[in-house]
């Protein structure tokens, strides 16, 4: 049983790189998310996508961009990495297109430090 | 738009005893309401959910919910805790028309043997 994978699970970048987080689901759901999580804050949600095809924005979405090309994947990109940008991904995802209605199944994280 | 608060950043509870986590929302209307628990150096699991009916509902692992909306509250209890459900644990709250479930900050419970 996979679940949800993400990769990598852990990377340290310099600052202005680029860096893309994989995230690839084999449950067939529709919706999927992006978090960010850090000390003191809980977790702040990046970017989402209810369907392939399409993508919206979350609490937090600057820095960052996300594509959903098929059902599986979704991934996430910091096109220019800065140090606020170290922090905890997780990457989620739920049967239906609104993740308040549903269980939210999560990856077990992908820890990004940004020098 | 909804918010979330967990009063408490940390709890500690000896082992057999029970347990009575905190979680206050801010919304105009009945909101979804959920609990996940975290492992450390795992991803969010959920506990249990509320979305409408009976305002006491079970989850795993021996957890339970009461809503109280008089008090705007859903505060996550079990009767007696065990050295396992050592972990952080977030509430979360989401509205009937946004596509956002918005999480509080935690609390991270300990377990004294």
């Known amino acids: 049983i996979a679940g949800i994978t993400q990769a990598p699970t852990s990377q340290i970048l310099a600052a202005g790189r680029r860096m893309t987080l994989r995230c690839t689901q084999d449950?067939?759901?529709?919706?999927m998310y992006w978090y960010r999580q850090d000390l003191g804050l809980g977790l702040r949600l990046i970017h989402y996508s209810n369907t392939a095809g399409t993508t919206g924005k979350g609490e937090v979405p600057d820095g960052y961009s996300v594509s959903r090309a098929n059902t599986d994947d979704f991934p996430l990109t910091l096109a220019s990495a800065v140090p606020s940008q170290t922090s905890v991904y997780f990457c989620?995802?739920?049967?239906?297109?609104?993740?308040?209605?549903?269980?939210?199944?999560f990856g077990e994280g992908s820890r990004l430090t940004v020098l | 738009a909804q918010s979330v608060t967990q009063p408490d950043i940390h709890i500690t509870v000896s082992e057999g005893a029970s347990l009575e986590l905190r979680c206050n929302y801010s919304?105009?209307?009945?909101?979804?309401l959920f609990w996940y628990v975290q492992s450390p150096g795992q991803g969010l699991q959920l506990l249990l959910k509320y979305f409408s009916g009976d305002t006491l509902v079970q989850g795993i692992k021996g957890f339970e919910a009461e809503f109280k909306r008089s008090q705007s509250s859903f505060n996550l209890r079990k009767p007696s805790v065990h050295w396992s459900d050592a972990a952080e644990y977030f509430c979360a709250v989401g509205a009937r028309e946004d596509d956002k479930i918005i999480f509080g900050k935690g609390t991270r419970l300990h377990i004294l043997p």
């Open positions: 449950m067939r759901h529709n919706a």
């Open positions: 989620a995802s739920s049967y239906s297109g609104k993740p308040n209605t549903g269980e939210l199944f």
């Open positions: 919304y105009g209307a009945t909101p979804y």
